[in-house]
């Protein structure tokens, strides 16, 4: 089974940047990839995809913000946030799905970021 690793949050400026990482503990190079977060009180949203072809998908309210890449040799999902606002704030989980692996879920990183 397949285990995701997110890293890479933390409390940063409006304005500011991150970059969160997510490491696979098995090959995930057939699998789409995603990163979903979720607000104190709000639902779980898709924040970007990518899928095993490199297609990439992301959410209207990061467009022309967020950047999201995928390495399969190093089994890692990247999303690259900048001009970070505080609406951003939340628990950003990495997703992965596989005919195989099914649906797998990271136990999150918490992002912050103040006005």
């Known amino acids: 089974q397949v285990k995701l690793v997110e890293s890479g949050g933390g409390l940063v400026q409006a304005g500011g940047s991150l970059t969160l990482s997510c490491v696979a503990s098995?090959?995930?190079?057939?699998?789409?990839m995603g990163w979903y977060r979720q607000a104190p009180g709000k639902q779980r949203e898709l924040v970007a995809f990518?899928?095993?072809?490199?297609?990439?998908n992301y959410g209207d309210s990061v467009k022309g913000r967020f950047t999201i890449s995928r390495d399969n040799a190093k089994n890692t999902v990247d999303l690259q946030m900048s001009n970070l606002k505080p609406e951003d704030t939340g628990a950003y989980y990495c997703w992965s799905f596989g005919l195989a692996t099914r649906h797998v879920w990271g136990q999150g990183t918490q992002v912050t970021v103040s006005s």
């Open positions: 990518i899928s095993s072809g490199g297609n990439t």
């Open positions: 098995g090959s995930i190079r057939i699998n789409a």
